[in-house]
């Protein structure tokens, strides 16, 4: 695995390929953000989107697809100084992923209303598969093998 960074393009989806931490993710109109973040071989679906919440607080969300109805929990978690909901069980998520052309979410508010957003899954399908891909060959780096540490300069978009 190479230690620069590479950025593809799967449609409506990005997919960040930094070594350690890999990321496929799409926005919709409301500038919120929905993807699956990995570090090393950990994985987890997120959401980031204007709600404030309290990190360390777990809510409810309503999740909608094609593939899949049900509620998940979403802890908000603080993360390089944003706010994300790390949307759980991660099985679930992956499975609402795979098929169709959208997914929703419905975050409860405490004014009785709810949030709602909703995200292409044009691409998704292989976006996400590309991600989880690298964050399983990271289990089979060698920790002792020195990292070469490459300048952040503008990674080129290619397609998936």
Not at 19 to 33: C, I, V
Not at 56 to 74: C, F, H, I
Not at 80 to 100: M, S, Y
Request: charged share 15%; proline share 4%; net charge neutral.
């Amino acid at each position: 695995m190479s230690a620069h960074a590479e950025k593809l393009l799967s449609q409506n989806w990005v997919v960040d390929l930094n070594g350690q931490t890999n990321e496929a993710h799409t926005a919709n109109d409301s500038k919120s953000t929905f993807g699956v973040f990995c570090s090393g071989e950990k994985c987890l679906f997120y959401l980031q989107q204007g709600l404030k919440c309290d990190p360390g607080t777990k809510y409810s969300v309503l999740m909608n697809s094609q593939a899949v109805s049900t509620a998940l929990s979403m802890e908000c978690t603080l993360i390089g100084g944003n706010l994300f909901q790390i949307l759980d069980p991660f099985e679930a998520v992956l499975r609402a992923t795979q098929a169709g052309e959208m997914i929703g979410f419905a975050v409860a508010l405490q004014s009785g209303a709810f949030a709602v957003n909703r995200f292409s899954l044009a691409g998704a399908k292989p976006a996400i598969e590309r991600a989880l891909l690298e964050a399983a060959k990271s289990k089979f780096l060698d920790p002792k093998t020195p990292q070469i540490n490459t300048p952040k300069s503008a990674p080129k978009a290619t397609q998936i």
